[in-house]
């Protein structure tokens, strides 16, 4: 029985996975990444409450090396409609 645990752990170690993790905004869900082929990758997030009537969308453009590089911030007018959804709660 110990033998067969020990090549069971032996192989549960060569195993890997590609995961990225780090804290998100409070305020914010629905978070969406998209990867560039560059290496470069934009979290687009959007705020749970409105701000002055107008839906908020933050984009946050990171390095391959998760370092963030710039953050921008859109507002859009709860009834436009932004690539066919309408952004209404």
Do not use: W
Not at 12 to 18: D, H, I, N, P, R
Not at 53 to 69: F, H, P, T, V
Request: include cysteine; proline fraction near 1%.
């Amino acid at each position: 029985m110990s033998v067969l645990l020990c090549s069971y752990f032996s192989v549960a170690q060569l195993s890997t996975e590609k995961r990225i993790e780090f804290d998100l905004r409070n305020g914010y869900s629905g978070e969406t990444i998209f990867e560039s082929t560059k290496g470069y990758f934009v979290l687009e997030s959007r705020a749970d409450d409105y701000v002055d009537g107008q839906a908020e969308i933050k984009y946050d453009l990171y390095s391959g090396d998760l370092e963030l590089e710039k953050t921008e911030t859109v507002l859009i007018p709860k009834k436009n409609d932004v690539q066919g959804i309408v952004l209404q709660r």
